[in-house]
């Protein structure tokens, strides 16, 4: 066969060259990915910002039109005859029920199993808890309102330090060590949007610890911390045990956290 031409010969890659040129897209994307994914976490998690925010604003607009007092955490009539949860109380004040959703959602959200929202007017969900003792609850003849009643805003005493929502889903342990009540390593419930005390979690006495969905303690979804809308309407990112334990006046309205 004639010799061709040097102008004409074929030129293409060795196969040693074609496995090295892969692998160097293999490690390329080996360095790029985690900080997309980081990227990305951090782009929900700043989405979550602004859904409390957003909460924050239809809340102030509730109060406003309700003597001042915040919402109910739930409300029920009859043998769960009618039932609603605080986020079907601010609905009407909000653009869309996508704001009651973290974009942060897990598998284990898919669970979400609970009786109040399920049966809730308007079927919404929550993946966001509220902090039981602000907004008591209305059951007459189970939980009366007399005896957990709702806050008027002007009776938090420290607004800046009293929670009022936060990412929410997971099993608290009945401990005052802030270190040891949540973890990243909690056992995760399937939605919890009722934050309580795990020590003194009355009336649903021992509920907060158990594996009851309703109610439970924060779920450090963003990068190990929750974000936490406060009474006095700003939000930020904490590490559970900055706030969260047994007998923290973090969520108690009357006294407030602190340094």
Request: aromatic letters at 10%; glycine letters at 8%; proline letters at 10%.
């Amino acid at each position: 066969m004639p010799h061709l031409p040097p102008r004409l010969r074929l030129v293409g890659f060795t196969l040693i060259e074609l496995l090295v040129v892969i692998a160097i897209i293999a490690i390329l994307a080996g360095l790029l990915l985690p900080a997309l994914s980081a990227a990305k976490e951090k782009g929900k998690a700043a989405s979550c910002l602004n859904n409390l925010h957003q909460m924050a604003i239809a809340s102030q607009l509730y109060t406003a039109d309700n003597a001042s007092t915040y919402c109910f955490t739930f409300q029920v009539r009859g043998n769960n005859v009618f039932r609603r949860a605080w986020f079907n109380f601010l609905q009407p004040y909000q653009q869309s029920t996508n704001l009651i959703l973290c974009p942060s959602l897990t598998i284990k959200f898919k669970e979400f199993l609970q009786n109040y929202p399920s049966e809730s007017p308007d079927k919404a969900v929550a993946n966001y808890g509220m902090n039981f003792r602000l907004g008591g609850c209305d059951w007459p003849g189970v939980w009366d309102v007399k005896d957990w009643p709702p806050y008027k805003d002007s009776s938090v005493k420290n607004p800046a330090a009293t929670v009022f929502l936060t990412d929410s889903g997971t099993r608290p342990l009945a401990t005052a060590d802030p270190n040891k009540c949540v973890t990243p390593a909690s056992p995760e419930k399937p939605g919890c949007w009722i934050v309580h005390d795990p020590l003194n979690d009355a009336p649903n006495t021992g509920g907060v610890t158990s594996d009851d969905p309703n109610w439970g303690g924060p779920q450090p979804r963003h990068s190990r911390r929750s974000n936490v809308l406060f009474a006095d309407a700003h939000a930020q990112a904490l590490r559970p045990a900055q706030w969260y334990w047994g007998g923290t006046p973090w969520l108690q309205p009357a006294l407030g956290g602190g340094p």
